[in-house]
């Protein structure tokens, strides 16, 4: 059973000022008196309405005004909704009642400026072959693990193809930098084929190699005892 319900402002009950649903009269009242105090950002108007009542000691009063079945609830809240803002009552509710939520809704315009947005991007492999499978009535979870072998096998080679073409395009070029390092105490130099072969073998992260290269190591230098540098290039920085 679901109960249609309304909120009333104590010194005026007369007037109301919210309508809803619950199926917990007392539970649901309960959430209204604290709902301001958790929420984050800016309140409702129903919010902004029972803080202002609590800073003032006012606890807001809930009254049953109907009752339906479980299937019905939409119905009657919009109803009751639509015939109070027609009678010029002002109520707190941020929409005319039901499922329909203002803020998450979209208008035709914003749906078809996404559509020309997204259309022609470029999608992974992987999201393709799961957005087919579905069409199909397949599967309803995208994971790989729903996934026949072959599938998987056409997944993994098509990753493969495009990881090769990419690298052939010189698209990775930039980690393909020969990087030497340069050992402070004897002077040995070691030389490496990338920045990755070069972070991985000496135990730090790209992103200290790249600031060697960069000169952006700010004071890091001194605890590693080695300086890295491009291989076509004399600057380097101490790790």
């Known amino acids: 059973m679901i109960y249609i319900y309304c909120l009333k402002d104590p010194r005026f009950p007369d007037i109301i000022k919210y309508i809803g649903k619950t199926n917990n009269t007392k539970q649901r009242l309960a959430d209204h008196k604290c709902r301001w105090k958790v929420k984050k950002g800016k309140l409702s108007k129903l919010n902004s ?116 073409k990419s690298h052939k395009e010189g698209k990775f070029d930039k980690n393909k930098k020969k990087i030497i390092k340069l050992c402070l105490k004897t002077g040995e130099e070691t030389s490496y084929e990338s920045v990755v072969k070069a972070a991985s073998d000496n135990n730090v992260n790209t992103r200290y190699v790249w600031q060697c290269l960069t000169n952006d190591y700010k004071g890091l230098g001194k605890r590693k005892g080695f300086i890295f540098k491009e291989a076509t290039k004399q600057k380097s920085c101490r790790r």
């Open 49 to 164: 309405w029972i803080k202002h009542l609590a800073k003032q000691g006012i606890i807001p009063i809930m009254e049953e005004i109907d009752h339906c079945l479980e299937t019905e609830w939409e119905k009657y809240e919009t109803g009751y909704v639509l015939l109070l803002k027609s009678c010029g009552a002002n109520l707190k509710n941020g929409t005319n009642g039901g499922k329909t939520h203002a803020k998450n809704t979209k208008s035709k315009k914003a749906l078809e400026k996404k559509k020309v947005t997204m259309k022609g991007r470029k999608r992974p492999e992987q999201s393709r072959i799961m957005k087919e499978l579905h069409k199909e009535g397949r599967y309803a979870n995208f994971g790989l693990k729903n996934l026949s072998e072959e599938e998987k096998d056409r997944i993994n080679k098509i990753k493969s193809e495009t990881a090769i």
